[in-house]
């Protein structure tokens, strides 16, 4: 049993091998989602001069592959990749003491939309570094053998995890969520509510 059981594995990782001549140079595009902001009041104090903004940060794969039938089975290939990545939600929060189209609400507001355009011009700037990281981790994911065409779908399964746990898309993701923080302190920063306080005192 246990020479059947090693004779099977080295058989498994031979058509594997005879697979790696079908790899393909995967076609990469990438787009970022179309976002949506909504505005709302808590019922728990905030500060009366921030703000907040929760933004969703998305990352989605969907790929396409290509099989080609050998000996004793399939190779399914990485073909192309189609990703989305960016913010696609936004969820400011603002104190709910600040009455709607007010001095104070509208200075907040106006606050956290620079917030907002930070988070997006990180994937603006970051565009070309987005598309290289997911060149690179699609193709470096080896073809898959499969023994069954029922066992095609699961194979693509595999592709699309290999080509997520990626290191090069980790440490993309990584990027990303810094850079924001940087562009957002960098608002915070530049920011001295002037016009907040004056509303305030207005009021």
């Given at each position: 049993?246990?020479?059947a059981t090693v004779c099977?594995?080295?058989?498994?990782?031979a058509f594997a091998d005879?697979?790696?001549?079908?790899?393909?140079?995967?076609?990469?595009?990438?787009?970022?989602?179309?976002?949506?902001?909504?505005?709302?009041?808590?019922?728990?104090?905030?500060?009366?001069?921030?703000?907040?903004?929760?933004?969703?940060?998305?990352?989605?794969?969907?790929?396409?592959?290509?099989?080609?039938?050998?000996?004793?089975?399939?190779?399914?290939?990485?073909?192309?990749?189609?990703?989305?990545?960016?913010?696609?939600?936004?969820?400011?929060?603002?104190?709910?003491?600040?009455?709607?189209?007010?001095?104070?609400?509208?200075?907040?507001?106006?606050?956290?939309?620079?917030?907002?355009?930070?988070?997006?011009?990180?994937?603006?700037?970051?565009?070309?570094?987005?598309?290289?990281?997911?060149?690179?981790?699609?193709?470096?994911?080896?073809?898959?053998?499969?023994?069954?065409e029922s066992e095609i779908?699961?194979?693509?399964?595999?592709?699309?995890?290999?080509?997520?746990?990626?290191?090069?898309?980790?440490?993309?993701?990584?990027?990303?969520?810094?850079?924001?923080?940087?562009?957002?302190?960098?608002?915070?920063?530049?920011?001295?509510?002037?016009?907040?306080?004056?509303?305030?005192?207005?009021?």
């Amino acid at each position: 049993m246990f020479f059947a059981t090693v004779c099977g594995l080295f058989s498994l990782s031979a058509f594997a091998d005879d697979c790696l001549s079908y790899k393909l140079n995967p076609n990469v595009e990438v787009k970022s989602p179309s976002w949506s902001k909504e505005v709302v009041q808590p019922l728990k104090p905030m500060d009366l001069l921030h703000g907040d903004v929760v933004a969703t940060l998305v990352e989605n794969y969907e790929i396409i592959g290509d099989t080609t039938s050998i000996e004793d089975g399939f190779c399914v290939s990485l073909k192309s990749v189609q990703a989305t990545v960016g913010y696609n939600d936004f969820l400011v929060k603002i104190d709910s003491r600040h009455i709607p189209d007010s001095c104070a609400y509208n200075a907040v507001l106006s606050h956290e939309d620079e917030h907002i355009r930070a988070y997006l011009s990180v994937i603006d700037d970051y565009n070309d570094k987005i598309k290289s990281a997911i060149y690179s981790a699609a193709n470096s994911v080896m073809p898959v053998f499969v023994s069954d065409e029922s066992e095609i779908d699961s194979a693509l399964d595999i592709l699309n995890k290999r080509l997520q746990e990626h290191p090069d898309l980790i440490l993309m993701n990584q990027k990303i969520q810094a850079e924001q923080e940087i562009r957002n302190k960098r608002v915070d920063q530049n920011s001295n509510n002037d016009r907040i306080k004056q509303c305030i005192i207005g009021d």
